[in-house]
């Protein structure tokens, strides 16, 4: 799952894209790579940003959208919101995409989900167990992301990447997302910028305990570290 923003703030600037014609060559380039899945975002969620309105949220998705859908309208595409409105003007607009809502989610989203029938990434933020507590929630198509930097502290995330594994007894998808996050530079004294051969070690291991989506800022270096998987026999 290949990351695009079209946000001027996201934590990692090679993930930013200012207009239409940079979201059409990410998405060409992404596809080239290696991507299965488009996952793109108009409002950034890093820790300690000031979200965008849901109005300029919108001014930003709209064109992008429209654009890969004109362009490339077979690919796969994943909407980064945790606003249920924003979820509901995409579906209703622009068709079929997975909704990537890193929240957690609420009833109107869950409601939006549901009368779209939407593939929905279901972010636990670390509780591992929320799918046996929320017997509700599995009539949905739910897609498990354990919530990597949202879970609280690095050592937290390392404790939760350890144990997801648990999620697999679910028989659901199951989304890493650590690409270039803290938990891999702030543990080696790194920046985002620099941390992509550690953020590939980590992806292996995920891919080791149960990932099947990788959420990735680097999709040909994440398709190289799939296809190694794959002669390793990992996660089969």
């Known amino acids: 799952m290949a990351i695009g923003n079209v946000t001027p703030d996201s934590f990692y600037a090679g993930s930013r894209l200012a207009d239409t014609e940079q979201v059409l ?23 300690g940003s000031t979200p965008a309105s849901e109005a300029e949220e919108w001014e930003r998705l709209e064109p992008a959208l429209a654009a890969i859908r004109s362009e490339l309208p077979e690919v796969p595409l994943s909407l980064d919101t945790f606003r249920p409105e924003i979820a509901h003007r995409a579906l209703e607009q622009f068709g079929p995409m997975i909704i990537n809502d890193i929240s957690g989610g609420c009833e109107a989203m869950y409601a939006v989900v549901r009368a779209f029938k939407a593939p929905y990434i279901w972010t636990l933020r670390g509780d591992l167990t929320q799918p046996d507590r929320h017997p509700e929630m599995h009539d949905m198509d739910l897609i498990l992301d354990p919530g990597f930097g949202f879970i609280g502290s690095t050592e937290a995330d390392y404790e939760c990447m350890r144990h997801m594994d648990e999620l697999q007894s679910y028989g659901r998808p199951i989304l890493a997302g650590v690409s270039r996050k803290s938990m891999v530079w702030r543990a080696l004294d790194l920046t985002p910028d620099t941390c992509l051969c550690a953020t590939q070690a980590l992806q292996l291991y995920a891919i080791q305990k149960g990932a099947t989506i990788l959420r990735t800022h680097d999709v040909k270096e994440t398709a190289q570290i799939v296809k190694l998987s794959e002669y390793l026999r990992l996660n089969v």
């Open 25 to 47: 060559a990410w998405a060409r380039r992404s596809m080239a790579d290696g991507a299965d899945i488009l996952d793109i975002g108009g409002c950034s969620t890093r820790p």
